[in-house]
Each structure stands twice: as structure tokens, then as C-alpha cells.
């Protein structure tokens, strides 16, 4: 207790000094690096010098724009096999006033667990990779309900692969793209095919390991249940290390169908878009239909969990705008569901869900948006020409409703339920080497046209989408303002935004846990007394 008050004030002293002396940041960093050798096997450090730190910094990298554009790079980078090497780091990162970034997957979409946009940062990255073991718990008694625990460095492809290789029938609910990593995936909600009938990711967590800011591993019951409510969809980052997740499996029938059926605005796209604003959200919870939009086309992709046969009727009675019929239908096991929908293609081996190798061929940029009243008919018609404009990318929806709507706002920090029909995806692309300008300008007037149509106050956007055109942290004597957060965290969070300051203030007042969207601490109270 009194080594770790010390800790508290050497940390406010060192952070202070740093802020108004540079000079002193180059010695916080040699005893960071000090610390971290004395404890931490020197195989698993990666200081900037190191002859292959760019090798590990790029393992994960999604997005080569965040790589190869000017950004702050972390001073180490961390690879622990095992967690006390996560509560060394956080030590020596306290230590020595050296914040400390997390990464998992490497998939954030600002690549804000690897980088900062900040030219006066100076951090430390503890990289999960080598953390990946997922147990499937082999109870029998268990029976459908069965539990598995995940580690945060298993990418959801092995998640998916070994709990379906262990038994056809049982899955979870996640995330499309096999090489998402568990880590910052369940951070922030996580939305998939399967989540109108068994809810996100964060629906089906029961328990967490944690490492906070004191470097202690704590558990569900250990952490309380308000700071295991905001790991729970509050975003990465903010609350600790989370380094492992316990998850109730779902079961699945031994045969799903899957569909792609592409509607050409020629061929009334915009009449089954339409009309699919209010089906998709209220068809039965074991049928999802996501839409592709790319030029002049609508992709009408879905997954059902039941046979051919049960899925026609159904469609041909909610929603025969669609036309779709028996020929339509690719039935296959839920794991090869998984491979289809990431691929496109039947005949991708599943084994390919335990691929990590990472593209870098194609610069990117997303936002995102919810929609709680039906676009009209003819707002579409003005929608359709911005896909075929100079530098247009797609956008993506995907349904809510059933399951995710029926649970309560402030259940976990994902607002976005009840009265939510789908989720929107803009999706900017642009070669690697060619000029974005076209793409990035395509993407914010579109962003902004579309204002009329969403939500409002807040406009909602989903903080797996990160999105930092949406507003940035200040940091104003060594911690976050409750008011430069508030700016985005009222979109990613709305009603919940508080608690999650509030936990924060609570779990870790030095905000030794942040980037440029990270939740600030601020109390409850204090708050209610400034504002009221
Ligand atoms: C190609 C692609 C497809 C996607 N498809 C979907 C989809 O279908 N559904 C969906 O919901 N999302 C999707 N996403 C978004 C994805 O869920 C988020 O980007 C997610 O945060 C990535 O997790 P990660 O561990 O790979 O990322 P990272 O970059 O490692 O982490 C993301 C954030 O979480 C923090 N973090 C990471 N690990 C931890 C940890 N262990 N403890 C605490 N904080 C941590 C990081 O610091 C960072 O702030 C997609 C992203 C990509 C690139
Ligand atoms: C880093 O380099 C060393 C020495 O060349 C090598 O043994 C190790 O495998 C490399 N690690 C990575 C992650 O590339
Ligand atoms: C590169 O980074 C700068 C500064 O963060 C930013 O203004 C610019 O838009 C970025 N370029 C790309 C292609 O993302
Ligand atoms: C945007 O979304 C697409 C589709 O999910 C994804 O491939 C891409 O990596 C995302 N962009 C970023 C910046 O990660």
C-alpha cells in the first residue's frame, strides 16, 4: 500500500517534470528500459535500435497507412509469454512515468495500439501475440452451455477453429475478419453474423483477467462488477491489460445456409434496400442479412442457422422484394460459414482461419453510423451517385435488432440497442503509393451528407470503428479532460459515457492507461458539482 502511494506521487512528480523539462523524458526512458530488462527476458524487448523491431512493430499492422505515414513510434515494444512479464511492464511503466499502449490484434482502425498522432508521446507497447492459448472447457455436464477461455492475442479465426474442430455444433458470436484480435475485439463490442440471435461478443463474456494499474492480476470477482462492466465494450485501452477472457459458447445447427445475392439499382436495388431497412432488423433472430453497397450494386449476404428448406418460406413471406429462392442457398458447417464470409469463396480450406499474415497493399479510412428511422425511398436515389463518384469506396450495414436490441442500454457500455435498425460502415480505399486525397475527400462529404439521415444527438458511432476525425483527448496537466472526451464519447457511448469516466477516475485517477481516445477519469461527483 505505502510502496504503491509512493509509486502514485513519484509517477505525478516524474510526469510533471516531463511535461515542462524534455530533457528528463530520455531519462524516465533509460529507467523504464533499466526496468524492464531486470525483469523481463531480453528476447521479448524490442527497443527502436533493435535489428528487427520494425519486423515486430509491422506483424500486425492492418492498415499501411498508419505505418508508412509519419507517426510516433513506440520507444519498445513488449512481447510477453507470460502475464507477470504484463504486470512488469505496467510497473516499470509507472514507475518511470512511461505510458504503455496494448496491442492484441493490431486491427484498431487508427492503429492507436501502436502509434500515436502525438509528436511529443513517449510509450512502451506490451504486444499480446504470443499470448493466444484458448480452452475449451471439456465439461460434459455443460453440455451447450459451454464455457471456453480465450486469451487476448488469439486472433477470432483460431477462436472459431478450435472451438468447432472440438464439437461442429457449438460457436461464438464475433467479428467477421479471421484475423481480428480477441484482445481489442471484445474491448469494444464485437458485431457479426450471428448477433441478432446470440448478441456481440461482449453479450457472451462472463468473466475477464485483468492486469491494472498497479500491475495486479485481478478477476470478475476481484475487479468488481463496474470495472468488469466497462472492459465490456468501453473501448481498449482505457481500463488495464485485459489478458484473458472467459466466454459462453453458443450452440449451432450441424448445417447453416449462406447466401450473396446481388441487386443491381437497374434491377430495383433500391427498392429491396429500402424495404430491407425494416426487415432486417425484425426478421427472425436466427437470420441475418448484412448489405454491401459498391457502385451500382446491393449485396444481400446472410447467414441463417437452419437448412434451405426452412430459410425459403420464411424469406418468401418477410421479404419477397428479395426474390431469393432454393437456388440462392450454400449450405455448409458454421465453421466454413466463417471462411465464406471473410473470403466470398466455398472451396478456401478453414484452415486459412489460422492465417495471421497481414496485406499492406491498400490504404484505408472508415466512419461509422446508426440509423433509427428508415432512410426514405427517395433519399436512396440521391444515395446511389455518391458510389460512383471520384475516389468512392462502399459502405456496409449491418442489421441490429432481435437479441442485441432486447438488452438493455446501459447493460454494457454498447449503447447502441433498443430502436437501432442497422449500423453503417463508409469504407474509403485507395492503392498504397497513389494519392488519397480523392478517397479521404469521397469519404467526409459523404459522411457529412449523410447527417440528415442518422442518428442525432448524439450521432452515434461505434468505437470498434475508430474514428478519429470524431474528436480527440486533450491532455491538460498529465491527464485526459472529461470535456475533450466527451466530444466522442457521447457518439461511442452516449448514456454510458460517465460511468465509464467515473470507473475510469475510480481504477486509474493518474490515467497512466491512454491514447487519443481513451476514457478520462472523472468522478461523478466532482463532475455533477462543476456542472450543476
Ligand atoms: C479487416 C477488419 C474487419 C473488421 N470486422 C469487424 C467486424 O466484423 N465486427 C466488428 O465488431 N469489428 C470489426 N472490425 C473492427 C475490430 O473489431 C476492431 O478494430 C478491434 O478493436 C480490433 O481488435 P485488435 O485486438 O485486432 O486490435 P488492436 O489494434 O490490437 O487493439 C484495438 C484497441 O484495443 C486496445 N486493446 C487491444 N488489446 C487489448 C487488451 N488485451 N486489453 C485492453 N485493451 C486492448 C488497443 O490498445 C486499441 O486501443 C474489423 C476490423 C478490421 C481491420
Ligand atoms: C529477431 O532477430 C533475431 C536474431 O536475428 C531472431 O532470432 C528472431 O527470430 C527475430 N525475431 C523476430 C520476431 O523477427
Ligand atoms: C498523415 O498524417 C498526417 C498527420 O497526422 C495527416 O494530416 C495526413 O492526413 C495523413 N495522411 C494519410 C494518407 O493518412
Ligand atoms: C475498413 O473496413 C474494411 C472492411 O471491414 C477493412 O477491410 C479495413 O481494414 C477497415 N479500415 C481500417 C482503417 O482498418
Not at 54 to 65: A, F, G
Not at 194 to 199: Q, T, Y
Not at 228 to 250: D, P
Not at 501 to 524: G, W, Y
Request: charge should be neutral; glycine fraction near 10%.
Amino acid at each position: 500500500m505505502t510502496m504503491s502511494r509512493a509509486l502514485v506521487s513519484l509517477v505525478f512528480i516524474l510526469s510533471l517534470s516531463s511535461c515542462c523539462l524534455p530533457s528528463l523524458s530520455s531519462a524516465t526512458s533509460d529507467g523504464f528500459l533499466q526496468c524492464l530488462w531486470e525483469n523481463i527476458p531480453s528476447g521479448l524487448i524490442y527497443t527502436q535500435g533493435a535489428i528487427n523491431f520494425t519486423d515486430v512493430l509491422v506483424s500486425s499492422i492492418r492498415n499501411p497507412r498508419l505505418f508508412t505515414n509519419t507517426t510516433v513510434r513506440p520507444l519498445v515494444i513488449v512481447t510477453p509469454t507470460d502475464v507477470s512479464h504484463v504486470q512488469a511492464a505496467v510497473r516499470c511503466g509507472r514507475a518511470n512515468g512511461v505510458h504503455l499502449r496494448v496491442r492484441s490484434g493490431g486491427h484498431d482502425y487508427e492503429g492507436l495500439s501502436y502509434r500515436s498522432v502525438r509528436a511529443d508521446e513517449v510509450f512502451g507497447v506490451v504486444d499480446l501475440a504470443n499470448l493466444r492459448s484458448i480452452t475449451v472447457s471439456a465439461d460434459a455436464a455443460a453440455g451447450p452451455m459451454s464455457t471456453a477461455w480465450v486469451d487476448s492475442g488469439a486472433t477470432l479465426g483460431e477462436l472459431y477453429y478450435k472451438i468447432a474442430k472440438n464439437n461442429p455444433e457449438v460457436a461464438f458470436s464475433a467479428g467477421i475478419c479471421p484475423t481480428i484480435g480477441v484482445g481489442g475485439h471484445f474491448s469494444g463490442g464485437g458485431i457479426g453474423m450471428m448477433m441478432r440471435r446470440f448478441g456481440l461478443s461482449i453479450d457472451n463474456v462472463i468473466d475477464a483477467s485483468l492486469v491494472n494499474a498497479d500491475g495486479d492480476l485481478l478477476n470478475r470477482a476481484t475487479m468488481g462488477e463496474d470495472l468488469f462492466w466497462a472492459i465490456r465494450g468501453g473501448g481498449g485501452e482505457s481500463f488495464g491489460i485485459v489478458v484473458s477472457w472467459k466466454v459462453s459458447l453458443v450452440k449451432v445447427p450441424s448445417t447453416v445456409t449462406a447466401f450473396n445475392i446481388v441487386r443491381s439499382v437497374d434491377q430495383g436495388a433500391i427498392d429491396v434496400l429500402s424495404k430491407w431497412q425494416d426487415v432486417g432488423p425484425t426478421l427472425p433472430n436466427d437470420i441475418t442479412i448484412r448489405v454491401i453497397v459498391q457502385g451500382q450494386q446491393a449485396t444481400f449476404q446472410s447467414l441463417y442457422l437452419g437448412r434451405c428448406s426452412d430459410l425459403v418460406p420464411v424469406l418468401s413471406t418477410f421479404f419477397p422484394e428479395l426474390g431469393m429462392t432454393s437456388g440462392d442457398c450454400l449450405e455448409m458447417t458454421w465453421l466454413q460459414s466463417a471462411v465464406f464470409f471473410n473470403t466470398w469463396n466455398l472451396n478456401v480450406p478453414v484452415e486459412s482461419l489460422l492465417s495471421r499474415g497481414t496485406s499492406l497493399s491498400t490504404f484505408t479510412k472508415n466512419k461509422s453510423d446508426y440509423v433509427r428511422r428508415a432512410i426514405p425511398k427517395e433519399a436512396w436515389k440521391s444515395i446511389f451517385p455518391w458510389l460512383t463518384m471520384n475516389g468512392a469506396g462502399m459502405i456496409i450495414l449491418e442489421p441490429h435488432g432481435g437479441f442485441i436490441g432486447a438488452v438493455p442500454a446501459g447493460a454494457t457500455p454498447y449503447p447502441h440497442r433498443s430502436g437501432v435498425l442497422y449500423n453503417i460502415q463508409y469504407i474509403a480505399l485507395w492503392p498504397t503509393g497513389s494519392d488519397g486525397s480523392a478517397a479521404t475527400r469521397w469519404i467526409s462529404n459523404l459522411y457529412e451528407f449523410m447527417g440528415q439521415y442518422v442518428s442525432k444527438n448524439p450521432r452515434e458511432a461505434y468505437v470498434n470503428y475508430r474514428d478519429l476525425d470524431i474528436g480527440q483527448n486533450v491532455v491538460v496537466d498529465d491527464i485526459t479532460t472529461f470535456d475533450s472526451g466527451e466530444v466522442w464519447g457521447d457518439k461511442y457511448f452516449a448514456g454510458n459515457f460517465r460511468r465509464l469516466a467515473a470507473v475510469k477516475a475510480a481504477v486509474d485517477p493518474t490515467d497512466f492507461f491512454r491514447n487519443e481516445q481513451s476514457i478520462p477519469p472523472q468522478s461523478m461527483a466532482t463532475k455533477s458539482c462543476h456542472s450543476g
